[in-house]
């Protein structure tokens, strides 16, 4: 899910540029999702190249509490500890946006670990005025980290093709013009079948749909490949095996609403993320709501004697204890998915979270 205005969801993505380059395609033509996703989104005058930002149509955890960014902060710590304190620690913010997570973790770290840390926004959208000068702001993520890669609700905007089983039970491409309207294509072959097959076999129904996740997985192991000792981290809102939506998530996101995907760069593009699929050789799986209170974000309301001898501070408080609260919410944040891949250090995080 995504936080438009008053939910959970999205935040500053970057395309690790799934797709090739193409021609650019009249409003009339009929093209794959994925292909057309890709420009609507970060084609020029695409949605996250606007000027207002994605925080101008939604609420991403980021966005949500300032306490998001400093749990992110104590797990670059944690990260730094299993590094045994190298004299560069690198932190990289996957689908950065206007900066805000890199530029709230640099503020929550302790002054020694902020003085090695090399920070990195990865976003194709411009860099943002006023951004904090130790951010290196780039269009693809740097190789050889050593330290934490966070991806905070990038994977979901990885554009993928979407699928529809027709009346003889065979699944083919959806096609899409830019005004929304779609029809079947061909149907699915080579390794787009194979992993439908493994991953999202859709049924043979007809109007059944699914998502092809391989452009994730490819760019969430290409996001990996470049942490050469440390940690990555990818947080999405998604589904696992068993558990697949029969009809597919493919869906909008406009000034706060939710809305008809359209990929005429009007409205965001967003589809949840099969995490299982991604997952790499030594990853786990956890919720949002376990990794944040391992993280300290637990949401207890403080204690009422407080009110009497503090005023100003159980008022403090009592909001940090509500913003915790959304950041682990079930049935919102706190269902997100948080997929943990170590690079040659132990999982920080622990195994007996409650």
């Known amino acids: 899910m995504r936080d438009r205005p008053a939910r959970p969801h999205p935040a500053p993505h970057a395309s690790p540029h799934p797709s090739p380059s193409r021609a650019p395609q009249g409003p ?5 999702w994925r292909d057309a996703a890709e420009d609507a989104l970060y084609g020029p ?3 996250y190249r606007r000027p207002e930002g994605p925080a101008g149509h939604f609420r991403t955890s980021v966005h949500a509490s300032p306490l998001y960014a400093a749990a992110v902060a104590r797990l670059l710590c944690r990260v730094d500890e299993a590094l045994g304190h190298p004299g560069e620690l690198g932190f990289v913010d996957m689908g950065a946006g206007r900066g805000e997570l890199v530029g709230g973790v640099l503020t929550a770290l302790p002054a020694e670990v902020s003085s090695r840390t ?4 990865v976003e194709l959208a411009g860099r943002p005025d006023g951004l904090d000068h130790r951010i290196e702001w780039r269009a693809e993520p740097p190789t050889g980290v050593t330290g934490l890669l966070f991806a905070n609700e990038w994977l979901d905007n990885v554009p993928v093709d979407v699928v529809e089983v027709d009346a003889a039970g065979t699944a083919r491409l959806v096609l899409v013009r830019q005004d929304g309207s779609e029809r079947l294509g061909e149907p699915v072959a080579g390794e787009a079948a194979r992993w439908l097959d493994r991953w999202w076999p859709p049924g043979p129904e007809e109007g059944l749909r699914a998502e092809i996740g391989l452009p994730r997985d490819r760019a969430w192991a290409a996001a990996v490949a470049g942490v050469a000792r440390g940690l990555a981290v990818a947080v999405d809102y998604g589904h696992l095996t068993g558990a697949r939506p029969p009809f597919g998530t493919l869906t909008g996101f406009r000034e706060g609403r939710e809305t008809a995907p359209v990929p005429d760069g009007s409205c965001d593009l967003t589809a949840h ?9 030594g990853a786990r799986l956890l919720t949002q709501r376990a990794a944040l209170r391992a993280l300290g974000v637990t949401g207890g309301r403080p204690p009422l004697s407080l009110a009497t001898t503090d005023p100003a501070a159980y ?9 915790a609260a959304e950041l682990t919410a079930p049935g919102g944040l706190g269902d997100f998915g948080w997929l943990v891949q170590p690079a040659g250090i132990p999982d920080p995080l622990p195994r007996d979270i409650p």
């Open 28 to 32: 009339g033509s009929w093209r794959r």
């Open 45 to 47: 005058g695409g949605f």
């Open 118 to 121: 090399r920070a990195y926004a």
């Open 273 to 281: 993320v099969a995490l299982d699929a991604c997952a790499l050789p």
């Open 315 to 323: 008022v403090r408080a009592l909001a940090g204890a509500g913003e």
